[in-house]
């Protein structure tokens, strides 16, 4: 039996959140699992067809996707510390040249970042100063966490009706490469001290394992907390642009002033001309 709502017609938009959900279903069942369930494109393809999904726009979305595999290739690091490409992603009620003005001045003035490139639809901004790395270095509370991601880079698409969607895309291979690396180092190093108490005792020969395994885990959980702290920072950026540039304050009313008139001050009381010589005021 069939629900009502099962009969009626989807418009697109609906179409799209059915979809993405089903697709989250989907993965959370798969991942709790063993193994995965490959699709080939071409399936996907036909699948998308029959909702009504231009070719077009699919091979476009393969496409995108394939360019994010190449960009973040599936590296030790990443099967150690996870993706470098933090990625969020909505749809602004403004146009599109409206939302890079107003992001390229969030980001450059509150961020600190610096315009590398800037073509319609495509901006990308980088630390790009030595300034920039010392504030990345001594930012403790996440303000600027935008600074320790090697790039950021918007692409926005126009819509309809004077909408755009647009993606913010931060590439944090920096500093996963830094955690990866320092604690190997800090591991072997741990391990050959352990190793050397070996010697001489064999029961240390059993915090060798540990000591390289806790730098590892404990980089990670840092790489974890900048990857959180640089989509949070994303997230606000999206916020700011949803809710648009702040309006002009009015300028001061001048009515009844002519033009160039200066308001007379009143005069400070100890340069007054009712003041004697000594400091008191005349009788």
């Keep these: 039996m069939k629900h009502g709502a099962d009969r009626r017609l989807l418009g697109p938009a609906e179409v799209e959140a059915v979809l993405r959900r089903a ?14 369930h490959a699709v080939a494109p071409e399936a996907v393809v036909r699948a998308a067809g029959v909702a009504g999904i231009p070719e077009e726009c699919v091979r476009r979305a393969l496409w995108e996707l394939d360019a994010e595999r190449a960009a973040d290739p599936p590296t030790l690091g990443r099967k150690v510390y996870g993706s470098s490409r933090i990625k969020v992603r909505r749809e602004l009620p403004h146009p599109r040249g409206a939302v890079e003005d107003h992001l390229e001045s969030l980001v450059r003035l509150e961020h600190g970042l610096k315009l590398r490139m800037k073509n319609p639809g495509v901006l990308v901004w980088e630390a790009g100063s030595s300034l920039g790395a010392v504030r990345r270095a001594l930012d403790l509370s996440g303000g600027h966490a935008l600074l320790k991601a090697r790039s950021v880079e918007l692409r926005a698409e126009e819509l309809e009706r004077g909408r755009c969607a647009a993606a913010l895309t931060a590439d944090v291979s920096n500093q996963r490469a830094e955690c990866l690396t320092l604690s190997a180092v800090l591991g072997v190093t741990l391990a050959m001290l352990f190793v050397l108490a070996g010697f001489q005792n064999g029961f240390f020969l059993l915090g060798v394992l540990p000591a390289f395994v806790a730098p590892v885990a404990g980089f990670r959980l840092f ?12 997230e606000a950026l999206l916020d700011a642009a949803e809710q648009g540039p702040p309006e002009e304050q009015p300028p001061p009313d001048r009515a009844g002033r002519p033009p160039g008139h200066i308001q007379g001050l009143e005069p400070i009381p100890r340069f007054s001309p009712n003041r004697g010589r000594g400091g008191k005021e005349d009788a």
């Design 23 to 36: 697709a989250e279903f989907n993965a959370r069942r798969w991942a709790a699992r063993s193994g995965g």
């Design 223 to 234: 790489y974890v907390r900048t990857r959180a702290e640089v989509r949070r920072q994303l």
